[in-house]
């Protein structure tokens, strides 16, 4: 069964630093998104991304974030100058559309981690 | 603003047993629910999605019902294994207050099965 993968699995990076996380979607998936669970904390929405453009995004998604999709495959996630709270799982997901019977998919998440 | 809220937060049962997970949302204009399983350090995996117009949804020994009205919706587990122990966790795609289209989850249920 095709899956959603990110890599890497865990990056450790120094506050301050640019960081950027890695994921390839589904491949006939059209839409796709970025989650980050801070440990012992809900699963919280970030951004979605459609047609080479944001959709939505939530608070969370300031100016130090962007999102890119640089060729047919990957889909990353740029923290600009990263902040200790920026500590957190990242995943990954996407879906064939946003209607209201399409699962979204999972990848197994960037444990990312600032020193 | 859509809360999920997951009862109970923990949860420990023998193996065989039969079990029941519940969910609740606040607002109930929602397009659909999902219910994922996250093993320990790892994604989440898609286990049911209950479009809005649906009651309930079986999958294998899972079965998720949803009573969109009342904000509510039960993960059934039949026969309970070792091999189900994780968290549960339900989220609701809605669009809310803020008009933004999103996954809105839960906490979580951890759920040990004892063999």
């Known amino acids: 069964e095709p899956e959603v993968t990110q890599t890497p699995s865990h990056q450790v990076t120094q506050m301050g630093q640019e960081v950027i996380l890695r994921c390839v979607p589904i491949s006939n998936h059209l839409y796709f998104y970025w989650y980050r669970q801070i440990l012992g904390q809900k699963v919280e929405f970030l951004v979605s991304f459609y047609n080479n453009e944001i959709s939505e995004k939530s608070e969370i998604f300031d100016d130090q974030f962007s999102v890119e999709r640089p060729d047919g495959s990957n889909f990353t996630l740029k923290i600009r100058s990263t902040k200790l709270e920026d500590s957190a799982m990242y995943f990954c997901?996407?879906?064939?559309?946003?209607?209201?019977?399409?699962?979204?998919?999972f990848g197994d998440g960037t444990r990312l981690s600032i020193l | 603003k859509q809360e999920v809220t997951q009862i109970p937060a923990a949860l420990s049962v023998p193996e065989g047993e039969n079990l029941v997970l519940n969910c609740s949302f606040t607002d109930s204009a929602i397009y659909n629910l999902q219910w994922f399983r996250q093993d320990p350090g790892k994604g989440l995996t898609s286990l049911l999605l209950i479009q809005s117009s649906q009651r309930e949804q079986t999958s294998g020994r899972l079965n998720a019902s949803l009573d969109k009205s009342s904000g509510r919706s039960t993960l059934y587990i039949a026969a309970s294994q070792p091999g189900d122990s994780a968290t549960y966790l339900c989220?609701?795609?809605?669009?809310?207050?803020?008009?933004?289209?999103?996954?809105?989850f839960g906490s979580g249920t951890r759920l040990q099965v004892q063999p």
């Open positions: 997901a996407s879906s064939f559309g946003t209607v209201g019977n399409q699962p979204q998919h």
């Open positions: 989220a609701v795609l809605s669009r809310g207050d803020t008009g933004r289209r999103a996954l809105t």
